[in-house]
């Protein structure tokens, strides 16, 4: 199914979304990726708060290309995803709802998903230039000494996603 | 004896690093074109026309192909009757790695050490492969690598005994597991014989080998066509989301091996195939 959906989730939101839906996001979601989830995972170690209230928030696996003069963001497609399914849990207890990337997630994620009820969208990889084009705003919010893996905030309007791992732990990856 | 000052290698490097993440080699366009005819799925032709739209907007609006536009991997073939002046060779190499990122929006994508972790902001070093060669050319092949498809790649060290099959059987699951990871459909590079190192380093060449050529060799190109054709079986189609076109070629090299060995090297591309190649 086709759905077009304004962020934040809500348990709703998330309830209503399958395995299998073409969604359209439009609304904030925050980049972050190995070096930042490595960080924000210290930052929770050394009970400290993290950059931005996760609850209800989309995390989009991502380090763009540099902007040009006049361009909001550069090149700007997912990452592998597996590679933060080992922070990605304790995220998901602080009341992260949705995230985007690319390939499979781990059993303690998806177990992790169903408890949390959220939800794993994938963006198409390797279609940078073009997913950048939805990408209307965006700016460094936290951790800019990372280059590329700071965390920015954006503002993406239609973002084109496929559910690939649902609430209830339905893996389209996983298909017959 | 031919002079080459190696300013000359640091600006084709940058010239290359620019070009190739921009737009990709016409092979590569032309492979993707005829996967898009023949995938049956309806969601994996959606998918293709995406990574077709994408290729438009990346060459019209200067957008690099992908976000990871890779670490840099440079394979220089000079000839024995060059002398290089002016300066370090490999100064040069990664000068031309540093410009061509810096000046062309790439993304930085090198840490400086492999625990520690921090950017060296400008995607240096390169991994550089010399090779000498006969004649007073050099010709440098670049081909950044993306590490999505990167991390799905591995070593076999198989028996005499494993045979083709065994062949087979490791390239197909090297790709089964690498699922929608690599960023289907892939380009597979498979190096066989030789030692650890070698059938990797054969791997690695063979994506930068022109994708739809086949083997010189009569077995190996059936091989290639085999196990394309086992590939494809496997259904995990455009961006992992099913449909037939899981790979777009299986280009493999071999070299000489020991009596004990079957080494095989399998090197995962994604659909991002980046080449190219020029001769000075
Ligand atoms: S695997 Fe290739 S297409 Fe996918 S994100 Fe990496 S470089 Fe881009």
């Known amino acids: ?176 | 004896m031919r002079e080459i000052d190696v300013q000359t290698i640091s600006d084709a490097v940058r010239e290359l690093c620019i070009r190739i993440n921009y737009e990709l080699s016409g092979d590569m366009q032309e492979a993707l074109m005829k996967a898009a005819e023949t995938e049956t799925s309806e969601l994996g032709g959606k998918i293709l026309g995406i990574l077709e739209e994408n290729l438009k907007v990346a060459k019209e609006e200067q957008i690099p192909i992908c976000q990871d536009t890779g670490m840099a991997v440079v394979f220089l073939e000079i000839g024995q009757e060059v002398h290089f002046t002016g300066g370090d060779l490999e100064e040069a190499v990664n000068r031309g790695v540093a410009r061509g990122y810096t000046e062309g929006y790439l993304r930085k994508s090198v840490v400086r050490d492999p625990l520690d972790r921090v950017n060296t902001g400008d995607n240096t070093p390169a991994v550089i492969h010399y090779q000498i060669v006969q004649g007073d050319q050099v010709t440098i092949t670049l081909a950044p690598k993306g590490f999505g498809s990167e991390n799905m790649s591995r070593v076999c060290m198989l028996k005499p005994a494993d045979g083709e099959e065994g062949v087979l059987n490791a390239i197909v699951s090297a790709v089964k597991e690498a699922g929608p990871n690599a960023c289907p459909p892939v380009v597979v590079g498979v190096g066989i014989g030789g030692t650890f190192e070698k059938c990797a380093l054969l791997a690695k060449k063979a994506l930068t080998r022109p994708v739809g050529s086949t083997s010189g060799k009569p077995h190996i190109a059936e091989l290639e066509r085999k196990a394309l054709e086992r590939i494809n079986e496997l259904k995990i189609g455009p961006a992992g989301l099913g449909g037939r076109v899981t790979a777009l070629a299986v280009q493999i090299e071999t070299y000489p091996t020991h009596i004990a060995g079957l080494p095989v090297g399998i090197n995962i591309c994604c659909h991002v195939n980046r080449h190219i190649r020029t001769v000075i």
């Open chain 1, 1 to 176: 199914m086709e759905k077009h959906i304004t962020l934040p989730l809500t348990n709703e939101l998330v309830s209503s979304l399958q395995a299998g839906d073409m969604v359209y996001l439009t609304g904030i979601v925050y980049s972050a990726r190995d070096a930042a989830h490595k960080r924000m995972i210290e930052t929770l170690e050394k009970k400290e708060a993290l950059p931005f209230d996760l609850k209800g928030q989309t995390i989009y696996y991502l380090g763009p290309t540099p902007a040009r003069e006049g361009q909001v963001i550069g090149s700007a497609g997912p990452t592998t995803a597996s590679r933060m399914d080992k922070y990605t849990p304790a995220l998901l207890e602080l009341g992260l709802k949705g995230m985007i990337g690319k390939g499979k997630r781990s059993p303690q994620v998806i177990d992790s998903m169903k408890k949390n009820h959220a939800v794993y969208f994938a963006a198409v990889g390797g279609a940078g230039a073009l997913l950048s084009r939805q990408i209307r705003k965006s700016r460094v919010i936290a951790y800019e000494d990372l280059g590329t893996e700071a965390i920015r905030e954006m503002y993406v309007e239609e973002f084109p996603v496929i559910v690939v791992i649902d609430a209830q732990g339905t893996d389209l990856y996983q298909r017959p």
